[in-house]
């Protein structure tokens, strides 16, 4: 199956990525709150936190992005909204406006990570929109091809930038599938989402909530790693696979931390 990219609306040039993430934002933000109110906290301070995010998303994955390609010149291309960059990047820019605000970080980071895997459910839509973030050479009906995307998957490009084993016979122009690791990734997000969800008036202290968060979205994006075309391989896995791996384990030590005594923060329903 062929994917396009990018579609016009007269005259105003569109791209599903741009969409998907202006969701996400909105969705994240809708959710976030809900949990707040939920849990008895004022759903306003996401007003700011919403903001900060967004800031610290973009600054965060140009950074990450840079580091990756080993060029600074890398900040001031289109290129590089890297997922783990951009939350790292949101997290410190999150905590310096709860800070700033005078809230529990760990109380609003509860509701913010609820918000955080319905928001990257629908922005992994935009990827796929746009032919980014797509998988290994896939041999299959269910495989997919980006005649447009961010590399085109043609042959000579997928041999190129991924180093796909292709027989050298096949021209590099020609199209070839790939899994959609896009679409994995939406489904995945919405399976953290309904977990989060349902444990969102949990009675442990707070930011244990955000510990799960940390485990399930370290853990979905260590799997999906294996299936993605990448080439910032450090020794057997990504750079992505060790930032998840640390993610991971910092949600395992939150867990750990929090749940050592009860707090009943929302009564049982």
Known sequence: MQHAANFDLGPLHLTGFGFA??????IAHYVSQRVLADRGDD?????????????????GAKIYYAILQHDVNAL?????????????????????????????????ADAAGVGIAA?????????????????????????????EGLPRTTAGMMRQFYGADISASVPANTL??????????????FLMFLVLWRLRR?????????????????????????????????????SAQIV???VTA????????????RAALVPAR
Not at 90 to 98: D, E, F
């Open 21 to 26: 993430m202006m969701c996400a934002f909105g």
């Open 43 to 59: 759903p306003d301070v996401m007003n700011d936190v919403t903001f900060a995010a967004l800031i610290g998303t973009v600054v």
């Open 76 to 108: 001031f291309t289109r290129a590089g909204l890297v997922f783990w960059g951009g939350f790292l990047g949101a997290v410190a820019a999150c905590w310096l406006v709860i800070r700033w605000r005078r809230q529990s970080f760990l109380r609003i």
């Open 119 to 147: 928001g990257y459910a629908v922005g992994r839509t935009g990827c796929f929109a746009v032919g980014d973030d797509y998988g290994r050479v896939w041999d299959s009906p269910l495989a997919v091809s980006f005649p």
């Open 176 to 189: 070839v599938g790939v899994y959609p690791t896009q679409l994995f990734e939406v489904a995945l997000g």
């Open 202 to 238: 949990h009675l442990h202290h707070p930011g244990w909530l955000f510990g799960i968060y940390c485990v399930l979205a370290g853990t979905e994006r260590f799997i999906i790693e294996f299936f993605r075309a990448k080439n910032d391989m450090i020794g057997p896995l990504t």
């Open 244 to 246: 998840s791996l640390g």
């Open 250 to 261: 910092a949600g395992m030590l939150l867990i750990t931390w929090r749940s050592r005594s």
